[in-house]
């Protein structure tokens, strides 16, 4: 059900690359660059349930999420869990379950949703579909829902995954549904890991502010000049972040 690929070294630490809400593994192919150079050990890169690759599920929680990927992953090998925005919450929910956590890296993740927010979320869930006639129309769709219009150019591979055609014309792959994941509370599931934490933001991320990651972690990272898809504006920024837990 889960989409999944892996390279890197069959020993050492494996890193666990979780896109945002809307995106998909595809997302990490600048990052996975890097790792391929610089990681002492392996990565593997998902489609979370509900985007790309991946089929559809029940439920979009972040434990939802969680036990579908715990299967893939290995207890008898340190893990590094790196997550983008929706990602980073369930790279929180995943950490507890595994036992050779090495670190959790949580970037551009909302610490708080309000109410206001959740219900607009839970409303994008119950719309229909749509169907596109061309792909053109489609990517344009899947990069608008990602986040991404102005950082991936409607023609670069890493959009094929996000679109699918069907009978009569084009789709975004992402299950509208995948908008209804609840109501984090990311103070929760930080007490509830083991392992070390680093919660990081872009300085120009309109989403997540310093203040908020403040009272989380000891110290929260800044990367300046960069937005809410730091991984896709520089690789390198997050690869800094993921090394120190080599």
């Not at 929910?93 to 970037?107: C, K, M, S």
């Not at 990069?143 to 975004?172: F, N, Y």
């Amino acid at each position: 059900m889960i989409w999944a690929r892996s390279a890197g070294q069959g020993d050492g630490p494996l890193a666990v690359l979780l896109h945002g809400l809307g995106a998909t593994a595809e997302v990490y192919v600048g990052l996975e660059r890097l790792l391929e150079k610089e990681w002492p050990g392996g990565w593997l890169t998902v489609d979370l349930a509900g985007h790309g690759r991946s089929g559809r599920a029940a439920s979009y929680s972040f434990a939802a999420h969680a036990d579908l990927l715990a299967p893939l992953l290995p207890f008898d090998r340190d893990l590094v869990l790196v997550g983008h925005s929706m990602g980073g919450l369930v790279a929180l929910e995943l950490a507890p379950r595994l036992p050779r956590a090495r670190g959790v890296v949580a970037f551009s993740t909302k610490t708080w949703w309000p109410p206001d927010q959740v219900a607009s979320m839970q409303a994008l869930a119950r719309k229909p579909v749509r169907l596109f006639e061309t792909r053109e129309q489609a990517v344009e769709q899947h990069l608008k829902q990602a986040g991404l219009i102005g950082l991936l150019e409607p023609d670069d591979p890493a959009t094929g995954a996000g679109v699918v055609q069907v009978e009569g014309g084009w789709q975004v792959a992402q299950d509208p549904a995948t908008n209804d994941f609840g109501t984090p509370d990311m103070a929760a599931q930080l007490a509830a890991v083991g392992c070390p934490v680093t919660l990081a933001r872009g300085s120009l991320d309109p989403f997540v502010r310093g203040e908020d990651l403040a009272p989380l972690v000891p110290c929260p990272v800044t990367l300046s000049g960069l937005g809410h898809n730091p991984h896709v504006e520089d690789p390198p920024a997050v690869a800094a972040l993921v090394a120190a837990y080599a």
